[in-house]
């Protein structure tokens, strides 16, 4: 079983401050099958990233994922007001799993 | 476009078997995606139950297996989910979502449901 650790846990940051979000998995990510949602309160997770840096239909490009292995990173470039949220990675290369998210709050 | 609601009931009792089913609308069950659910604890994060294709092929997360079943229903283009001896860790937001081609992802989420294990 492949487990994601992500970090941190919490991140304040200020609206159009870069926010930088990692996940760690425990082992190598097959073919870089590699996703990231966002989840707003109240709401069903949104799918931003798909492949570890394609985006998915709709998602602005100040979203950016990159790496491969077992480090991966979400990159917001400019935080907007609506981008606070909780963002959960997910690899699809064994099986399906999901870390334990990270919470992008405003400072 | 295509829309998935959950239903079901809110409250099982512990031991008991929780059981949901999505439906999609706006589009067909036996196109060429696969069907999840995931599951949310309250204010935990996201776990994978399973998902079925419209022949009926499942993939269930192995740390569930043995309690889940997961159904299909294309006479009335909807997907079930039974969760059996449940416990009070088995309350949750349950979503199902629908996953393109085998992609991996899920692109289509339902509102979810919250069931809660109590007696």
């Known amino acids: 079983e492949i487990v994601l650790t992500q970090s941190p846990g919490t991140l304040s940051l200020s609206p159009g401050e870069r926010a930088t979000l990692s996940c760690r998995a425990s082992?190598?990510?097959?073919?870089?099958?590699l996703a990231w949602y966002q989840q707003k309160p109240g709401q069903a997770p949104r799918l931003l990233i798909y492949?570890?840096?394609s985006r998915a239909t709709g998602i602005p490009d100040r979203f950016s994922g990159s790496g491969s292995g077992t480090d991966f990173t979400l990159t917001i470039s400019r935080l907007e007001p609506e981008d606070f949220a909780v963002y959960y990675c997910?690899?699809?290369?064994?099986?399906?799993?999901f870390g334990g998210g990270t919470k992008v709050e405003i400072k | 476009q295509v829309q998935l609601q959950e239903s079901g009931p809110g409250l099982v009792k512990p031991s008991g078997t929780l059981s949901l089913t999505c439906a999609v609308s706006g589009g067909s069950i036996s196109s060429s995606n696969w069907w999840s659910w995931v599951r949310q604890p309250p204010g935990k994060g996201l776990e994978w139950i399973g998902e079925?294709?419209?022949?009926?092929?499942?993939n269930y997360n192995p740390s569930l297996k043995s309690r889940v079943t997961i159904s299909v229903d294309k006479s009335k283009n909807q997907f079930s989910l039974k969760l059996s001896s449940v416990t009070a860790a088995d309350t949750a937001v349950y979503y199902c979502?629908?996953?393109?081609?085998?992609?991996?992802?899920?692109?289509?989420w339902g509102r979810g449901t919250l069931v809660t294990v109590s007696s």
């Open positions: 492949g570890a840096s």
């Open positions: 079925i294709y419209h022949s009926g092929s499942t």
């Open positions: 997910q690899q699809y290369g064994s099986s399906r799993g």
């Open positions: 082992q190598s990510v097959s073919s870089s099958y």
């Open positions: 979502a629908r996953e393109p081609s085998l992609s991996g992802t899920f692109d289509l």
